[in-house]
């Protein structure tokens, strides 16, 4: 049974670009939330996406946007990227309890 | 003031020794006790979850919660080489749903 998958694993853009980062749930789950964790510190929470709406949004700025589709999968989209956006983006799929989230590997973005 | 608060260490113990791993927190609402185990460039593993106050036992992990004092923490017993890694205490509060994660204490256990 595949777990969450990430994609990309890496990225590098510079400031100003947008990104798109993708993830697939883990089987049977129906809720995705993204995580933003930067070196050195735990994960912070950006948003929920619950049958395609979100559901519950983190401190983040509107540049943080995302989808879910009809599969459960997701997207997360940052617009404008800033320096301070480098960090490791994790994908966080529950049940709809919501306990025990299932964390994929993450995608590492780079802002230069 | 962090919700959460966690020291990140480092803690560098010897192997077999017992580990003590602890997190304080500030919001009442939180229901649910975490700890997750990260490795280096990898994604948070659950490790053990738990509701009420008490003890939790899992093989060689024990996870404690007393949620009077808003005080958690996880024991590794005989603590092995492969148990180096960052270790995250995380808290779900249901009105919110999402889990508030302390800021990791990385650990280092010696050969």
Redesign the interface.
């Known amino acids: 049974d595949a777990g969450?998958t990430q994609s990309p694993t890496h990225l590098i853009k510079t400031r100003g670009q947008q990104v798109t980062l993708r993830c697939s749930p883990k089987s049977g789950h129906d809720t995705v939330?993204w995580?933003q964790q930067a070196l050195?510190?735990?994960?912070?929470?950006i948003f929920?996406y619950y049958e395609e709406e979100e559901?519950?949004r983190?401190n983040f700025p509107d540049r943080f946007s995302g989808h879910q589709f009809p599969n459960y999968s997701s997207e997360l989209n940052v617009n404008a990227l800033l320096l301070g956006d480098s960090a490791l983006y994790?994908c966080?799929s529950s049940p709809i309890d919501?306990?025990?989230?299932?964390?994929?590997?993450?995608t590492?973005l780079s802002v230069l | 003031q962090k919700e959460v608060e966690q020291d990140p260490g480092p803690l560098s113990v010897p192997e077999g020794a017992i580990v003590s791993l602890n997190c304080t927190y500030s919001n009442s609402a939180f229901q649910y006790f975490m700890w997750y185990r990260q490795y280096s460039r990898k994604g948070p593993e659950l490790l053990m979850y738990t509701y009420s106050s008490g003890n939790k036992e899992d093989g060689r992990f024990t996870a404690q919660v007393d949620k009077s004092s808003k005080y958690i923490s996880l024991f590794i017993r005989d603590s092995q080489p492969s148990d180096s890694a960052t270790y995250l205490c995380a808290m779900w509060d249901t009105g919110r749903r999402a889990l508030t994660f302390g800021s990791g204490t990385r650990l280092q256990v010696q050969p």
């Open positions: 969450v939330s995580y050195g510190q735990g994960p912070q929470f929920q559901r519950q983190g994790l966080a919501g306990t025990g989230d299932v964390f994929g590997a993450g590492r």
